[in-house]
């Protein structure tokens, strides 16, 4: 099953596909690939899924690159927002398992970035450091595929 047909099979998101890195909108610039022929589409996880969960904290975007999802969080990198990306990741972990399944299955080995939307604060010292540490999303500035 390719990207396309995976978001299409997924009700919250069926309308959300778009090519290239198109549903990222400015944040597309955030990412990089090193063979764009390789990049399959993208989807706005958050938009497509803000009615139906108005109160949660929901994950931003998918992007399939050579046959494998990425799930890109862009947000602001300091202590003070740990908690709300840590509770995006869980809500991502059981939106894949109850509502994407398609796209669950097409996750890439490494799939969760965290990409800082500005400057990093996030003290290496701190308790946040080692919760974002320990659930394997410190946030980067750019991801390279």
């Given at each position: 099953?390719?990207?396309?047909?995976?978001?299409?099979?997924?009700?919250?998101?069926?309308?959300?596909?778009?090519?290239?890195?198109?549903?990222?909108?400015?944040?597309?610039?955030?990412?990089?690939?090193?063979?764009?022929?390789?990049?399959e589409g993208s989807v706005d996880i958050d938009l497509c899924t803000t009615a139906l969960y108005p109160n949660?904290?929901?994950?931003?975007?998918?992007?399939?690159?050579?046959?494998?999802?990425?799930?890109?969080?862009?947000?602001?990198?300091?202590?003070?927002?740990?908690?709300?990306?840590?509770?995006?990741?869980?809500?991502?972990?059981?939106?894949?398992?109850?509502?994407?399944?398609?796209?669950?299955?097409?996750?890439?080995?490494?799939?969760?970035?965290?990409?800082?939307?500005?400057?990093f604060a996030i003290p290496k010292t701190s308790r946040q450091y080692r919760q974002i540490s320990q659930a394997?999303?410190?946030?980067?500035?750019?991801?390279?595929?």
């Amino acid at each position: 099953m390719t990207f396309k047909e995976a978001v299409e099979t997924t009700l919250e998101v069926a309308t959300g596909f778009q090519t290239g890195l198109t549903a990222l909108g400015g944040y597309k610039t955030k990412i990089s690939v090193s063979n764009t022929r390789l990049l399959e589409g993208s989807v706005d996880i958050d938009l497509c899924t803000t009615a139906l969960y108005p109160n949660d904290n929901r994950w931003d975007y998918a992007l399939a690159y050579d046959k494998q999802v990425y799930f890109v969080e862009v947000h602001t990198a300091n202590t003070s927002e740990v908690s709300v990306v840590l509770k995006k990741l869980q809500w991502l972990k059981d939106w894949l398992s109850n509502q994407a399944p398609n796209i669950n299955k097409l996750k890439a080995q490494a799939p969760y970035y965290w990409i800082q939307s500005n400057g990093f604060a996030i003290p290496k010292t701190s308790r946040q450091y080692r919760q974002i540490s320990q659930a394997q999303l410190k946030p980067i500035k750019r991801l390279s595929l």
